[in-house]
């Protein structure tokens, strides 16, 4: 089973319009559709728009960061998915561990959201992570697998959803799990995955968390990892193209 690598830029809460849009036209400008690799980035929300517009007709793909369980309605400040869709997103992330810890999303609302993200017709990117805590008492494979059942949409299948495995206490701190550890969790994911969608040959499972051109070769090397959710690096154009060449 061939899966095609996917390198996801999450920008967080980071860029003004005219930085976005330079950002985007480097990387539109620079990488090429015929790789290993697809190529995601995912900016606040009021960039999606403008990015869409600069990476049209290129290779990269834009997606948001969020959106809200319903379709429409009452939500002040909310985003949703068929809104992102509306702008030419294509993927979302939902339950980041920042929105989970922040947002305090159970994993019912994130499932929710990725149901609604199916609804619209988006790829939900599933994020799932322990705590350093967590990770110390053992527990890292038992949390992230709760969370998996909890969170996966109703509806999901191999190819319609991504998973996103983001320990908590190596996002954005320049820490990293030991590449065993990366491979052994993948492995279990997509274990628990199979037993869930009948078969997770096809899905993708992205590690992310302090990815960075010196660890991605190694990192994106894994048998079990997909890609990679990057955001700090994802915001420097150079940076980011590297971990995508990482891809092979
Ligand atoms: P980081 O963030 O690459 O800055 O560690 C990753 C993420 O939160 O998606």
Redo the contacts with the bound molecule.
């Keep these: 089973m061939t899966r095609r690598v996917l390198i996801a830029g999450?920008w967080?809460m980071n860029l003004l319009r005219a930085e976005g849009e330079a950002l985007a036209a480097a990387l539109a400008e620079n990488f090429a559709a015929d790789g290993a690799a697809d190529m995601l980035v995912c900016p606040p929300a009021t960039l999606i728009a403008p990015v869409a517009a600069v990476l049209h007709g290129s290779a990269v793909s834009v997606g948001g960061q969020d959106c809200h369980m319903k379709p429409s309605g009452a939500h002040t400040g909310d985003v949703a998915a068929a809104m992102i869709k509306d702008l030419g997103g294509s993927y979302v992330i939902v339950g980041?561990?920042?929105r989970r810890a922040d947002h305090d999303e159970s994993d019912a609302t994130v499932k929710a959201k990725a149901e609604a993200a199916l609804s619209a017709g988006l790829v939900p990117i599933v994020c799932v992570g322990e705590t350093e805590a967590e990770r110390d008492a053992g527990k890292a494979e038992a949390v992230v697998e709760s969370q998996i059942r909890g969170s996966l949409p109703d509806g999901a299948t191999e190819t319609g959803i991504v998973i996103a495995y983001?320990p908590v206490w190596?996002?954005?701190?320049g820490r990293t799990p030991t590449i065993d550890d990366i491979a052994s969790m993948h492995a279990h994911m997509r274990k628990v995955a199979a037993s869930m969608l009948g078969g997770a040959d096809a899905l993708r499972l992205l590690y992310?968390?302090?990815?960075k051109p010196g660890n991605a070769v190694e990192i994106l090397g894994l048998a079990d990892v997909d890609g990679a959710?990057?955001?700090?690096?994802?915001l420097k154009a150079e940076d980011f193209l590297a971990i995508a060449t990482a891809a092979g």
């Design positions: 999450n967080k980041h561990s920042e983001e190596a996002i954005g701190t992310g968390g302090s990815v959710l990057v955001g700090g690096a994802s």
